[in-house]
T-cell receptor, first 110, second 113 residues
Framework: DQQVKQNSPSLSVQEGRISILNCDYT??????FLWYKKYPAEGPTFLIS?????DKNEDGRFTVFLNKSAKHLSLHIVPSQPGDSAVYFC?????????FGKGTRLHILP | KAGVTQTPRYLIKTRGQQVTLSCSPI?????VSWYQQTPGQGLQFLFE???????NKGNFPGRFSGRQFSNSRSEMNVSTLELGDSALYLC????????????FGPGTRLTVL
């Protein structure tokens, strides 16, 4: 039972355009959501998070949107840069657990 | 501040052997979590330790175990290795809880032959 789903294994976006990565979850008890970015041969690094009491959080080029009724969150990167090419994991947490999605590989095209 | 360190970075073992991986968290962080990353499954939570106590555990067999020392350093042990245990094992630390922002180490790449 996959509680956090990233349905797109990969995504290609032109440099300078907007990248939108999506994540769906099934458990309404999740109250905190995070995005991590991972380069090859490195551990994931925290990007941005959002609490369930908000519907948007922005940090520079990165914005996370949360739609609780749809149990859906998305990460927007604008403008996309070559260094954004990486695997992005979304994660959802509640009091007693954290669940990661399987990741989406983002390719930024020149 | 030094980041999370994991040793060794690479390890090759054969089926049936056991292995111990080590993780040193960021100074002052009391929560240490372990994850297994495989190509098809993403990041799967193994367990979390806080103040030397296992606070949470994922759905892995009892062959996977861990512990945390008084200085917050943690070890993970896998006994009777199977081919399917080949993966990247990641350790992450945070000040209080794995449920908010965590800082990951570079991982230990385990290959079981």
């Amino acid at each position: 039972d996959q509680q956090v789903k990233q349905n797109s294994p990969s995504l290609s976006v032109q440099e300078g355009r907007i990248s939108i990565l999506n994540c769906d979850y099934t458990n309404s008890m999740f109250d905190y959501f995070l995005w991590y970015k991972k380069y090859p041969a490195e551990g994931p690094t925290f990007l941005i998070s959002i609490s369930s009491i908000k519907d948007k959080n922005e940090d520079g080029r990165f914005t996370v949107f949360l739609n609780k009724s749809a149990k859906h969150l998305s990460l927007h990167i604008v403008p996309s840069q070559p260094g954004d090419s990486a695997v992005y994991f979304c994660a959802a947490s509640a009091d007693d657990k954290i669940i990661f999605g399987k990741g989406t590989r983002l390719h930024i095209l020149p | 501040k030094a980041g999370v360190t994991q040793t060794p970075r690479y390890l090759i073992k054969t089926r049936g052997q056991q292995v111990t991986l080590s993780c040193s968290p960021i100074s002052g962080h009391r929560s240490v979590s372990w994850y297994q990353q495989t190509p098809g499954q993403g990041l799967q939570f193994l367990f979390e330790y806080f103040s030397e106590t296992q606070r949470n555990k994922g759905n892995f067999p009892g062959r996977f175990s861990g512990r945390q020392f008084s200085n917050s350093r943690s070890e993970m042990n896998v006994s009777t290795l199977e081919l399917g245990d080949s993966a990247l094992y990641l350790c992450a630390s945070s000040p209080y809880s794995s449920y908010n922002e965590q800082f990951f180490g570079p991982g230990t790449r385990l290959t079981v032959l």
